[in-house]
């Protein structure tokens, strides 16, 4: 991947300049800036960092077909350009293995793969990896237990503990019951064992 530097005063300026050195669209570029300041008048100049969407998905697939080849697995890739992420599928002949338990190997592959992205850019790139349609489907259960349990709460007035999740999936949780005006939901324990509580909001 090829990171592309551009120095200036003003942040509109140097994207419309990369567009325009590039020759692409904006929704086909990544980028990061930073603000420096220089010289005893403290000056300040913006930093932009840019990479383009074409080779992070090049280099995505490069590098998860490696990963998981010498896992011993055959593996085909499909990538889709979202508004705030890009979404690569992954197909081989043993879906299981990829998923792990509760995710765990997915979860790793996706982590392993957005900081390779960081260390060579220095630009964070917010890569979904899915298997087998397996976190819409692990969303879609995660959303049916929130509210089965907020119901439960609302109607005894006890609060329930939910398992342990990641980060992700108690947002997830927060986000889906944030409306429900009978219970409140807070995160509580440490990492890695951290669960959602579901509250009576009285």
Do not use: W
Not at 48 to 56: E, G, H, W
Not at 66 to 92: A, D, P, Q, W, Y
Not at 103 to 125: A, D, H, M, N, W
Not at 166 to 181: A, C
Request: glycine content about 4%; overall charge positive; charged content about 35%.
């Amino acid at each position: 991947m090829k990171v592309y530097e551009y120095e200036g005063k003003n942040l509109e300026e140097l994207v419309l300049k990369a567009l325009n050195e590039l020759n692409v669209k904006d929704d086909e570029l990544l980028y990061s800036s930073k603000e420096e300041v220089i010289g005893l008048l403290k000056k300040k100049k913006i930093i932009l960092k840019v990479i383009l969407k074409t080779d992070v998905i090049e280099f995505c697939k490069s590098y998860l077909k490696n990963i998981i080849e010498k896992m011993g697995l055959e593996v085909n890739l499909e990538t889709k350009r979202k508004e705030n992420c890009i979404l690569i599928k992954i197909h081989s002949n043993n879906n299981a293995i990829l998923i792990g338990k509760n995710g765990k190997t997915l979860e790793s592959l996706q982590i392993l793969t957005r900081q390779s992205i960081y260390s060579k850019t220095g630009i964070f790139v917010n890569i979904v990896l899915d298997v087998e349609n397996y976190k819409e489907k692990h969303q879609k259960n995660i959303e049916y237990l929130a509210k089965k349990l907020a119901k439960e709460v609302s109607q005894t007035q006890i609060e329930i503990k939910m398992d342990s999740m990641n980060s992700y999936e108690r947002r997830l949780v927060h986000e889906i019951l944030k409306d429900f005006k009978e219970i409140k939901t807070e995160s509580e324990g440490e990492e890695p064992n951290r669960y959602v509580v579901i509250k009576p909001s009285k």
